[in-house]
């Protein structure tokens, strides 16, 4: 419980150079957020971007029966509404502060005219946008292709990438989840997940201690899902 998953990615923050960390944050105002603000709603036009330094954020959509969904858990060192730059488009998600956060909001306008003076910032906020969409389709492709349970175990899988650290009885996921948020996150309902949830437990895939997601076998979900197809950049819930 107290070293992280070796193969777990670094963020976005973390991938820039020293140089190029400072010249973002002077371009940027930092925030105190309080848990359960809403930082954008999806349909407004993008005005902000934000980079996480402390907290999480949730991004989320809502869908035609008005249900909703929610598709990243952002966190520390992540960017939150990069999606919405190079484009005049709508937002897309809404952005909900989960904990308590420090934020650097940055201005979006501000932010695409430094592009033009350091490409290589550029590049790299070009690169996490392609990323992060081919993460969203990955996720959808294993709700199409193998129904609520492959959802559910690419959830599992997802939240391991992200959230997991070493336990001496597998991976434990750092993060608490209660049976709705996972229903929330594969589009199903809260007794669906129950059934799933317990299916796993009696066979000693995973177990909960304390409101914590333990994996005792994480390769029954990856083979499953035929995981080694799949790039582990891309397999992340943030």
């Known amino acids: 419980m107290s070293s992280v998953v070796p193969h777990k990615n670094k963020r976005f923050f973390e991938l820039l150079s020293e140089e190029h960390q400072e010249i973002l944050l002077l371009h940027g105002t ?8 809403v930082l954008f709603y999806e349909g407004e036009d993008a ?10 954020v949730r991004l989320s959509k809502m869908t035609i029966d008005n249900k909703k969904f929610f598709l990243h858990l952002k966190q ?8 919405s730059l190079f484009n005049e488009m709508s937002l897309s998600m809404t952005a909900e502060v989960v904990t308590d956060s420090r934020l650097v909001r940055f201005d979006q306008k501000n932010l ?7 490409g290589d910032i550029a590049v790299s906020f070009i690169k996490l946008f392609a990323k992060n969409t081919q993460s969203t389709q990955a996720k959808f492709s294993d709700l199409l292709l193998y129904g609520k349970t492959g959802a559910f175990y690419s959830i599992l899988i997802r939240f391991s990438n992200s959230y997991g650290v070493n336990h001496k009885d597998g991976i434990l996921i750092d993060i608490k989840l209660t049976n709705q948020d996972l ?9 669906t ?10 066979d000693n895939i995973i177990s909960v201690r304390n409101g914590y997601i333990i994996i005792h076998q994480i390769d029954f979900l990856r083979k499953h899902l035929h995981c080694e197809k799949c790039p582990l950049e891309i397999c992340t819930i943030s």
Do not use: C, P, W
């Open 193 to 202: 997940v129950n059934r799933m949830l317990n299916d796993l437990k009696k």
């Open 47 to 56: 005005k902000h971007i934000f980079l996480i330094r402390e907290g999480q």
């Open 30 to 37: 930092e925030i105190l957020v309080r848990s359960g603000q």
């Open 183 to 191: 229903a929330y996150f594969i589009g199903t309902t809260r007794e």
């Open 76 to 83: 520390k060192h992540d960017i939150v509404g990069e999606f």
């Open 112 to 118: 695409e005219a430094l592009f033009t003076q350091h």
